[in-house]
Every structure is written in C-alpha cells, then in structure tokens.
C-alpha cells in the first residue's frame, strides 16, 4: 500500500491501492508535486513510486523510446533476470536505446510488450508500464483508416490490455499519461481515468515556502525573495489557480534579475498562464473603474452591492448565474469586472471555444471549465452567450457542436457544490435568442438605456475618464440640450463616449466646453434603430426574474419611462401590464424588421 501523506492529490494513489491495473492519467500531470520535502516532475514521481514499491518501471515516449527506469542503478542480478524476460518476449532489443523506434519496431514493441504485461510474475518484480505522451502514441483520428498501422497496433494493444483479465492476475501495472481529448478513444474504454487537479491554496502555500527556504552548498538561497509586505499567504492566493512550475519560474526570476517579486508581476503572470494553460479559451478582465464611474442604474447597482457582500461570506444562498439582458451599449460588459472588485474574486472571460476538429470544441470547454474550478472562488464573464451557445431553437450547422457546448454550459450551472465559489456571469444583446432552459438557470437582470436626465452626467465622467479632469457641469442647459438629442438619435452610453471624444477633437486649445459637446451631438447621424432597442428592452422586461430587479420598482411612481413602455407599467404599483407587454414585443419585433 502506498502511504504518501504530502501528496498534492491522492486520486492516483486511491486507485493503485484500490487495485487497479490500468489507469489514464490526465488532468494537470506535468506540473511539479511536493512530497516527503522534494520537489519532483509528476511522471517522474510515478514512475519513482512505482520503483520504491519493487516495480520494474519500463517507459515509453514516441520522442526517447523504450527504457527502464532506474536500469544504470540495478544490480548485476536483477539486471541479468530483467533481461532474461525482456528477452524471451522479443523487447531487450529495443529498450534502453535512447532513440526512436522505427514504425515497424513500434509494432514489434507493442505486440512483445502484450505478451510480458500479461505474463504472471511468478515470484519477479512486477511491471509497470508508463506510456508518456500517450495521445502521440495512440492519437485521436476521424476513422481508423486515417491512422498509422503502428498507431492503430498501439491503440488496439491497450485497449487489449486494459480489459484483459491476465493482466489483472500478473500484478502488472499499465499507466497512460495522457492530455485529455487527443488520444484514440480506444484509450477511454477499460482504463480508469485519473485526472489530477490544479493545487489548491493551501498547497501552494506549502510549496511556496518550500522554494523560498532552499539553499544550496553555499548557503545561498536558490530562489529569489518576494517584496516588502509581499507575505507567502498573499503569493499563494493570487496565485491560486496557476501551477506549481509556474510558480516556481516567477521565483527563479527573481533570482536572476535580483529583483524581489511583487504584487504586480505575478498577477501579470498569472493573467499569463491562465491564457496559456486553457489553451487561449479563457482571458482575465481587469477593471480601473469602479460602482461609482456607473451613471445611473441604482437598482442594478444595489443587487450587485448585496450579490458581492454574498459572495465575499462564501454564503450557501449566493446565485449560481446571473444573466445581464438588454441593448447595446448599456454597461453590461463593464459591470462584470466592477462586481469582481466589489467581491475580490477573479473574473475571466470566456473567449473562442469552437473549433473546426470533431471533438476539439468539447475539449476546449472541458479544459476552460476546469481552470475555472481550480481558480475558485472566481467571476466566469461570458459575453454575447447567444452567440456563443446557440439557442437549440436556432439552426445550428455545426454537427451538433453547439448542443454538446450547451449541455456542459447547463451541467456546470446547475452544480451547487460551487455555489458562493464560481459565479456564471453572462450578457447578452438578444435575450429573445436566449435558450429556455437558461431561464431557470440564470436570475436575468434587465439593463435599459438611460433617459436624458441620467445620460447628461456622461459628459463630465468621460471627460474625465479621456483627460482625467472635468470642467462639465450636468445643470448647464447645453449639456441636457445635447442629451435630449442623442436619447432621440438612440446613442447608448458607448456612442456617448465616442460624441465627447469628437467634441474634444475639435475643442478650442484642447479645453471642453458645453457648446463643444452641443455641436458633437448635433454632428452625431446616429444609426440606432430605435423599434431594435425597444424590442430588446421589452423582452428582457419580460424575462426578468424578480420584480425587485425592474428598474422603477423602489420608485415607479417617479421613475422617468421610455417611450416604448406607455401604459405598460401601473405607474402606482409597478405592476406590469403583460399581455400588453407581449403584444409590444410582437408590434416592435415587426417594426425592427428584425
């Protein structure tokens, strides 16, 4: 039995000493571990386990061939006996010869490996055959007539072994390590898949720690140190996430460059390795702004205040998704990364998944969605999820990709035991679009453009914003003119921004005025289909999950409503009206000629 106490993940482990004979190794598996105070490359550590349990270890790699682990270091007698087996199944010839095999010594390799994995011990060490990189062995392909003989030799051999009961009675052992959704899936079928997850923070503390006390012969310390104030504790949870090699280069580093490593490198690595490790599906936001830089939208502020205070407790009643409905242009997208501010989780966005390869695209999403899980507690930002995962409603002719996309989206939603860990968070422009079963996923949360009384305070917070002073003052009767004007052109806040920029371009010595931003909002076309956006508005009214979240329900009385909302909402109670609201829908879904 193994007893290996410091092991940064034990899934392995179980499964040896659960008896099993043949095991997929996946997951995060070429990264370091920590155990017994030793810093190891993970299938080095397996293949030294194996030998410290009186294991002969043979691997095999497409790029090194055959060898056995540990050979130089055996005695004159076990060396004799291993030879003596390797030789009467046909392998001495091949192995420990630190080379490539010829494809048609991959084929001789592969059948005489068969015949020693499933040959009883009969009192000799047991053997465990660890294939590296085993999706280059035995790699994924559209048919099996695409494949290389020796590839289809290969797949179908450990196919064979895996589910073959000699094996079970020699006490051998048949280890893949593999990078998941590459190899041929002949390899998922009898092999038990063990896939090892990210460290977690408190093992990554340990191994920072670990690096930060090595000295070598002259007492030197081998690794750099960290800023003042920069504590371990503090390292290890903004680096939660990354892996322990990654780690361990950020402080090699330092060591070079002689510099202590700070708060800002390292969050620059990390948003780094994030991308790298999930394979560029995955990207982190960063935000300068903050709730305060928002210009109305008070109610949606307060339900975001009291989700973070929500999130911050880890609490069991914090939402597992959240959508953000409504047109272009209203602040959607810059709440995302104001809410991970206001929560201290990480957000990172979802970014190109699809892919052209049969399989690829799941993959994609199965390798982003576990990098999600192991940067918990974190903010995952899809934007435009409608364009991202098709309504099933919609045509779709991407044989069937985007329903299996959808399926994983829906079954990673709905897990509570992230609750309070991961936050999904999504926008979308066309909530109409919207698949039915996000409905009961999602608590939608509606974002309409805002009236000319709330725009007017634009001017001065992107003035700002663009020169970092503000010199606009939202009384001025220019300014509220100029935001009469762009409200009726249909100018949502982005527009808005661009109409001060022109404004500044053509500024007297570069100094604003309110006649300046006047004259830019008269310049402005304005190309905003209006029946467009008050479609949207409405069906996101519609899909909206509580009436806590509708923006005149602390007020509706006062509340300033669009035009496209007459006689909808009971001006008293904040009622709505819908089978009028519906009927709306219907009218201005015809007049956008959408």
Request: aromatic share 6%; glycine share 4%; net charge negative.
């Amino acid at each position: 039995m193994i007893k290996e106490d410091n092991l940064r993940n034990d899934l392995f482990v179980q499964a040896i000493n659960a008896g099993t004979n043949a095991i997929l190794l996946t997951g995060n598996v070429h990264d370091l571990i920590l155990t017994d105070s030793k810093l190891a490359y993970h299938p080095q550590h397996v293949a030294e386990m194996f030998s410290h349990l009186g294991f002969h270890v043979i691997r095999y790699a497409k790029s090194q061939g055959c060898r056995v682990h540990g050979y130089c270091n055996f005695d004159p007698e076990d060396k004799k006996a291993l030879d003596k087996r390797l030789n009467a199944v046909g392998l001495q010839q091949l192995i420990n010869r630190n080379e490539q095999l010829e494809p048609d010594e991959i084929r001789r390799f592969f059948r005489a490996i068969a015949r020693l994995m499933q040959t009883p011990c009969s009192g000799d060490a047991p053997i465990a055959l660890i294939l590296d990189y085993a999706e280059h062995i035995c790699p994924a392909v559209q048919t099996s007539a695409a494949a290389a003989d020796e590839q289809t030799i290969a797949a179908e051999t450990v196919h064979i072994l895996a589910l073959a009961p000699a094996l079970n009675k020699s006490g051998n052992k048949l280890i893949c390590i593999v990078r998941d959704g590459h190899q041929n899936i002949l390899l998922n079928d009898g092999l038990k898949r063990v896939s090892i997850p990210f460290p977690n923070e408190q093992q990554t503390q340990s191994c920072i720690e670990y690096l930060l006390s090595r000295k070598d012969e002259m007492e030197e310390k081998q690794y750099g140190n960290l800023a003042e104030g920069f504590s371990p504790t503090e390292f290890a949870r903004l680096t939660r996430g990354l892996r322990l090699r990654e780690i361990e280069v950020l402080l090699k580093e330092a060591k070079t460059t002689n510099k202590p490593l700070d708060r800002s490198r390292v969050l620059q690595a990390k948003a780094d390795a994030i991308v790298n490790t999930s394979e560029g599906t995955l990207n982190v936001m960063a935000t300068s702004l903050q709730l305060e830089d928002v210009i109305g939208l008070n109610v949606i502020k307060h339900f975001f205040v009291r989700i973070a205070q929500l999130l911050k407790s880890n609490a069991q009643s914090s939402p597992r998704a959240i959508l953000m409905a409504g047109p272009p242009g209203t602040s959607k997208s810059t709440f995302a990364p104001i809410l991970s501010s206001l929560c201290g989780f990480n957000i990172v966005k979802f970014e190109q998944i699809k892919n052209m390869f049969v399989g690829e695209s799941e993959r994609r999403l199965n390798l982003a969605l576990s990098v999600v899980e192991s940067l918990a507690p974190v903010i995952l930002f899809i934007d435009e999820i409608t364009e991202c995962v098709p309504s099933r409603n919609g045509n779709m002719h991407d044989g069937g990709v985007s329903l299996d996309l959808l399926a994983q989206l829906f079954q990673f939603s709905a897990r509570d035991d992230l609750r309070g860990k991961v936050l999904l968070l999504a926008a979308t422009n066309v909530p109409e679009k919207l698949d039915a079963a996000w409905h009961d996923r999602f608590i939608i949360v509606p974002f309409l453009e805002l009236m000319p009384e709330e725009s007017v305070h634009l001017f001065a917070a992107f003035e700002k914003r663009i020169t970092s002073a503000s010199t606009l003052d939202a009384s001025d009767a220019s300014l509220n003119k100029a935001s009469e004007i762009l409200h009726e052109k249909g100018a949502s806040p982005r527009k808005i921004f661009d109409v001060v920029n022109h404004a500044l371009l053509h500024a007297s010595a570069g100094s604003l005025t309110s006649t300046d931003i006047l004259k830019a909002a008269q310049d402005y076309v304005g190309a905003a289909n209006p029946f467009a956006i008050a479609y949207t508005s409405l069906s996101a009214i519609a899909l909206t999950s509580f009436y806590s979240l509708l923006p005149w329900s602390d007020d509706p009385e006062n509340y300033s409503y669009p035009w496209y909302m007459e006689n909808i909402v009971d001006r008293k109670t904040g009622n709505l009206d819908r089978q009028l609201l519906q009927q709306k829908i219907r009218e201005f879904h015809r007049q956008a000629n959408i």
